[in-house]
């Protein structure tokens, strides 16, 4: 039987921090009952270090998309971010205030292999001011919301890194694998 890939809990409490904060009052229960029972019973109690199939979060993405941000790619994308920065620890922050995109890109494979497991794997290539990013063994690597979140991460990673949001270009994408082209401005 093929490895199935799994994701940490901490987007699930992301998220369901992210729709209390930020979201409209009934948010959190309009996320919730558009899920399928089983991704359901993740979202109502999830554990930060817990591992979920990977379907989990690509029911929530897709939930998110249409009850929240009403199929808005800006709406979508302010979502992710405020999201994803809740998820990230005080120290992780810090560190990122003092580091380079090329520093941070170089160790991106350990942070990716640090929120899932299972089969998907990345390799980045960095150049000065660009990176480009192999994404393998990844499954919906064509679905437009997953290249969303891929997009928020990074500018929630850059944007903690006190630079502006990076320029994100997607150069390949199939059901299993994603190519990625980061590059960004050397100033911050």
Same mark, same amino acid.
């Given at each position: 039987?093929?490895?199935?890939?799994?994701?940490?809990?901490?987007?699930?409490?992301?998220?369901?921090? #992210? *729709?209390?904060?930020?979201?409209? @009052? $009934?948010?959190?229960? =309009?996320?919730?009952?558009?899920?399928?029972? &089983?991704? !359901? %019973?993740?979202?109502?109690?999830?554990?930060?270090?817990?591992?979920?199939?990977?379907?989990?979060?690509?029911?929530?993405?897709?939930?998110?998309?249409?009850?929240?941000?009403?199929?808005?790619?800006?709406?979508?994308?302010?979502?992710?971010?405020?999201?994803?920065?809740?998820?990230?620890?005080?120290?992780?922050? #810090? *560190?990122?205030?003092?580091?380079? @995109? $090329?520093?941070?890109? =170089?160790?991106?494979?350990?942070?990716?292999? &640090?929120? !899932? %497991?299972?089969?998907?794997?990345?390799?980045?290539?960095?150049?000065?001011?660009?990176?480009?990013?192999?994404?393998?063994?990844?499954?919906?690597?064509?679905?437009?919301?997953?290249?969303?979140?891929?997009?928020?991460?990074?500018?929630?990673?850059?944007?903690?890194?006190?630079?502006?949001?990076?320029?994100?270009?997607?150069?390949?994408?199939?059901?299993?694998?994603?190519?990625?082209?980061?590059?960004?401005?050397?100033?911050?």
């Amino acid at each position: 039987m093929a490895a199935t890939s799994e994701v940490k809990g901490v987007y699930f409490v992301s998220a369901r921090d #992210a *729709l209390v904060e930020r979201a409209e @009052p $009934g948010a959190l229960a =309009r996320v919730t009952a558009a899920l399928p029972e &089983a991704t !359901r %019973r993740v979202f109502e109690e999830p554990l930060t270090s817990g591992w979920y199939p990977e379907v989990a979060l690509h029911d929530l993405v897709t939930a998110i998309w249409s009850e929240i941000c009403d199929r808005d790619r800006e709406r979508f994308l302010e979502f992710l971010e405020f999201a994803l920065t809740l998820g990230m620890k005080r120290f992780f922050r #810090a *560190l990122l205030g003092v580091t380079s @995109p $090329g520093f941070f890109l =170089r160790r991106y494979p350990t942070v990716f292999s &640090a929120i !899932r %497991r299972g089969p998907p794997h990345v390799t980045v290539e960095v150049e000065r001011t660009s990176a480009t990013i192999h994404v393998h063994d990844m499954p919906y690597s064509d679905d437009p919301l997953y290249h969303l979140v891929y997009e928020a991460g990074f500018n929630v990673f850059f944007l903690l890194m006190k630079r502006t949001r990076p320029r994100m270009r997607l150069m390949g994408a199939s059901a299993t694998a994603l190519t990625i082209l980061l590059d960004w401005d050397e100033r911050r």
